[in-house]
C-alpha cells in the first residue's frame, strides 16, 4: 500500500508514533504544492490531516486532495473540540474525523476502518453507474441505455461530478469550484449553461435525472434513503 | 486541467473510432474555414498547434510572414453529428497564433478574446443569447430569382410541411452539439425560420453560431434545401436579422438588473444602452457588412431604421424585452439591427466595446421613444433627436473609419484590412447596373 499523507510537515510527535506504531508509510507534507510534489506515483492512499494549529492550511490540503484527478478517499481530519463547528459544510472535504488531543487507538481504529471500508486495493473506482447511465473513468466515456453520449469535456466532468453524488443537493457555487476549479471562463452562469446541455443530451426520458433545487441549486437522481422511486 | 482535458480528447477520439478532426477557425469575414487532421496528429496538435500558410485566408495575409499557428481549444472538442457514423469525424475550434506563441491579430476569435477580458477587468461577463432568421429556398440556379419552399405565414402549421421537419432536424442536431434552442418558429416571409438560441457566454455563443450556420446548411443540404442567411434575399417581404439579447453578469447577478427600476433596469443596463446608441452608427458595418445588410433596414418590415430604445417599440433599435414574471436573470438589451451574415467573434467585440464605453464614461440614456418611429416625419425625429443608422455599407464604412472605438475594439490589423475589404466591395456594387436601373430609365431616358 502506498504513503499516507501527513500534514503539518511535521506532524505532532504523537501522530507520527501512533502512525509507525500502526505501521503505515507516510510523508509528511506542508501544503498543497508539497503534496503533489511528493505524491506516489500511486497516488496517495490516503490523508491525515491534523487541523488544530493551522486550519486554513490544513483545509487547504483537503481541498487539493479532492481535486477531480487525485481524489484522495480516505481523509481523516483531526480537529479540537472548539473547531466542530467548522466541519459543518465542509462534509465533502473528509471522510471522517477525530477529536484533538486524540487518542492513539481511536486514530488507529478510524484509520483501519477507512481503509478497510474502501477496500485495499482500487482508490479509483472505474465505473459511475445510475439507472441506464453509465461512466467509465479510465476511458472517459459515457453511455445512457448503451448508447454513447458525446459531450464535451466540460460536460462530461460535470455530469461525472453529480453521478458520483446521487441525491446530494449542490450550489452554483459548489458545482463551479469543485467541478471547473476557480478559473472558470464565462461566470456563474456557466453551471445554468452546462446543465441545460447535459439535459438536452440526455434525452427527454433520462432530462429529469438532474433536477433543478428552486433557488438552492442541482440534485442528480434520488439519495438512497428516498422512498421515491428513481426516474427512470 | 490542461492535462486532463487533452487526455479527455484523446481518449474519445480512440474509444468512439474518430477518422478525422477537423481544426476550426474563423476569417474575418466570418467565414467558418477548417483543415483536417488525422488522430495520430492529433496529440501533437494539442501539445504545439498545427502550422499553416495564412496568406490563403481573407484578412490572415501579412507582409513579412504567412505562417501562422492553430493551438485547438480542447474545451471545444466534440464529435460532429452528421457524416459517416462508420467513421466518425469531430471538431475543435482553434485560437490563431504567430510562430512566436503571441495572438495573431487577424484571427477574430483572439479580439473577442481581448475584449471579454476587458469587461472581466471590470467584473463582467458578457451574455448573449441571438434570435437566427434565415430562409429555406430550392437549390438557386445561377441568374433566376431564389425559390420559397412554401407559401406559409407566420405560425402556420401544415402537415406537408417540409421545412418544419428540416427545423427540427435541425433543432436535434444542434442540441446533440451543445447548443441548446430556446424557441423555434416559422416567420412572418415565405420559407423564413427563426431558431432563438438559450444565452450563454459570449465566446461559446460566437462559437455556437458559427456550428449553427454549418448545420443548418449541412441539414437543408442533405434534403436538397439550400439554407441561407444572407440579410435580404426577397424584395418586398422582411429579411433576416438576428436580434441579440445581451447582458453582464457579475458572478451569479444580472449586473442589468434593479428591482427597484420602473423597467428592472439598473444604472449599469442604462448606461451600457447608452454606449450602444451614442455609437451604433460607428458599429453598424461590423453588425450589417454586407451591400445587402441596407435592404433589410429600411422601414416597413420589423427591421429597426433609427437609433433610439425602447420597452416595446419593434420599429426602435434597441428593445427592453419584459421578462417572464420577475427574473432577474431574464433582464437584458435586445440589440436588433444585426443579420446573421455578421462576423460574431467581431460582432460581439464592438457591441460590449460600445457598451463598456457607456458604463465606463458615464453616458447619459436618452428619453425613451415608445411611437412609431416610421410613422413620423424627419422634423419630428430631429426634434426628438432621433438620428438614423447609416444607409449603406459606404455610409457605415466612412462612419467606422472615424470610430477609434472600434478601432481599438478590433485592433489595427483587423480594422484597417477590413475597411479595404468592404471598400472594394462596395466599389464593385457601385459599378453594377441593375436590372432596376433598366427598367427604370431604359426607355424613358
Known amino acids: 500500500m502506498d504513503a499516507l499523507a501527513v500534514f503539518p510537515d511535521p506532524p505532532p510527535p504523537e501522530l507520527a508514533r501512533t502512525l509507525d506504531v500502526a505501521g503505515y508509510s507516510w510523508l509528511s507534507v506542508s501544503s498543497p504544492e508539497d503534496a503533489a510534489k511528493n505524491e506516489p506515483p500511486g497516488g496517495w492512499a490516503g490523508a491525515v490531516v491534523v487541523a488544530d494549529a493551522d486550519p486554513d492550511g490544513a483545509w487547504a490540503l483537503c481541498r487539493a486532495m479532492r481535486k477531480k484527478d487525485r481524489n484522495v478517499t480516505r481523509l481523516l481530519v483531526l480537529v479540537s473540540g472548539r473547531q466542530l463547528g467548522d466541519l459543518e459544510l465542509r462534509d465533502e472535504l473528509f471522510d471522517d474525523f477525530c477529536l484533538t488531543p486524540f487518542h492513539p487507538s481511536e486514530v488507529e481504529a478510524r484509520l483501519r476502518h477507512l481503509v478497510w471500508r474502501q477496500g485495499t486495493t482500487d482508490v479509483r473506482q472505474d465505473l459511475v453507474e445510475y439507472t441506464g447511465l453509465v461512466l467509465n473513468l479510465d476511458t472517459y466515456q459515457a453511455s445512457i441505455d448503451s448508447h454513447p453520449l458525446d459531450l464535451t469535456y466540460m460536460e462530461y466532468e460535470l455530469l461525472k461530478f453529480l453521478a458520483q453524488n446521487p441525491g446530494k443537493v449542490f450550489t452554483r457555487e459548489t458545482l463551479l469550484s469543485r467541478v471547473w476549479g476557480y478559473e472558470y471562463y464565462g461566470g456563474a452562469r456557466t453551471v445554468d449553461v452546462h446543465i441545460r446541455r447535459l439535459r438536452a443530451k440526455l434525452g427527454e426520458e433520462h432530462a429529469n435525472l438532474i433536477q433543478t433545487v428552486r433557488s438552492v441549486g442541482y440534485r442528480f437522481g434520488q439519495s438512497r434513503w428516498s422512498s421515491a422511486a428513481p426516474a427512470s | ?445
Open chain 2, 1 to 445: 486541467m490542461l492535462e486532463q482535458q487533452k487526455d479527455y480528447v484523446l481518449h474519445t477520439v480512440e474509444e468512439r473510432g474518430v477518422r478525422l478532426v477537423r481544426l476550426w477557425f474563423t476569417d474575418v469575414l466570418g467565414n467558418l474555414k477548417s483543415f483536417a487532421i488525422s488522430p495520430a496528429e492529433l496529440e501533437n496538435a494539442l501539445e504545439d498547434g498545427m502550422t499553416f500558410d495564412g496568406s490563403a485566408i481573407d484578412g490572415y495575409s501579412r507582409i513579412q510572414e504567412s505562417d501562422v499557428l492553430a493551438m485547438p481549444d480542447a474545451n471545444t472538442f466534440e464529435v460532429l453529428p452528421f457524416g459517416d457514423t462508420k467513421t466518425p469525424e469531430a471538431r475543435v475550434f482553434c485560437n490563431i497564433h504567430n510562430l512566436d506563441g503571441s495572438p495573431f491579430d487577424g484571427d477574430p476569435r483572439q479580439v473577442l478574446k481581448r475584449n471579454l477580458q476587458v469587461a472581466q477587468q471590470l467584473g463582467f461577463d458578457f451574455y448573449v443569447a441571438p434570435d437566427m432568421e434565415f430562409f429555406y429556398f430550392a437549390p438557386p440556379v445561377a441568374g433566376q430569382p431564389p425559390q420559397p419552399l412554401d407559401a406559409a405565414g407566420f405560425f402556420d402549421l401544415t402537415t406537408t410541411d417540409v421545412a418544419g421537419t428540416l427545423r427540427k432536424q435541425t433543432i436535434r442536431t444542434l442540441e446533440t452539439m451543445s447548443i441548446p434552442v430556446e424557441y423555434s418558429f416559422h416567420e412572418d416571409a415565405p420559407s423564413q425560420h427563426e431558431i432563438d438560441l438559450r444565452h450563454t457566454d459570449a465566446m461559446t455563443m460566437a462559437d455556437s453560431i458559427m456550428t449553427f450556420r454549418l448545420i443548418v446548411k449541412e441539414v437543408a443540404a442533405q434534403q436538397g434545401v439550400h439554407a441561407t442567411f444572407m440579410p435580404k434575399p426577397l424584395e418586398g417581404v422582411q429579411g433576416s436579422g438576428m436580434h441579440m439579447h445581451l447582458s453582464l453578469f457579475r458572478g451569479d447577478e444580472n449586473a442589468f438588473y434593479d428591482e427597484d427600476d420602473l423597467y428592472n433596469l439598473s444604472p449599469t443596463a442604462k448606461a451600457f444602452m447608452a454606449g450602444l446608441l451614442y455609437h451604433a452608427s460607428e458599429i453598424t458595418a461590423i453588425t450589417n457588412q454586407t451591400v445587402n445588410s441596407y435592404k433589410r433596414l429600411v422601414p416597413g418590415f420589423e427591421a429597426p431604421v433609427h437609433i433610439s430604445w425602447a420597452r416595446n417599440n419593434r420599429s426602435g433599435l434597441i428593445r427592453v424585452p419584459i421578462p417572464k414574471k420577475a427574473n432577474p436573470t431574464a433582464t437584458r438589451l435586445e440589440y436588433r439591427s444585426p443579420d446573421p451574415a455578421t462576423n460574431p467573434y467581431l460582432a460581439f467585440s464592438v457591441l460590449l466595446a460600445a457598451g463598456l464605453r457607456g458604463i465606463k464614461e458615464g453616458y447619459e440614456l436618452p428619453a425613451e421613444a415608445d411611437a412609431n418611429l416610421f410613422e413620423m416625419s424627419d422634423a419630428e425625429l430631429a426634434k426628438l433627436g432621433i438620428a438614423q443608422l447609416p444607409q449603406s455599407l459606404s455610409d457605415s464604412l466612412r462612419v467606422m473609419e472615424g470610430s477609434s472605438l472600434v478601432f481599438e475594439a478590433l485592433g489595427e490589423h483587423i480594422f484597417e484590412w477590413f475597411l479595404r475589404n468592404k471598400r472594394s466591395e462596395w466599389r464593385a456594387y457601385k459599378t453594377h447596373v441593375s436590372q432596376f436601373e433598366h427598367d427604370r430609365y431604359l426607355r424613358s431616358l
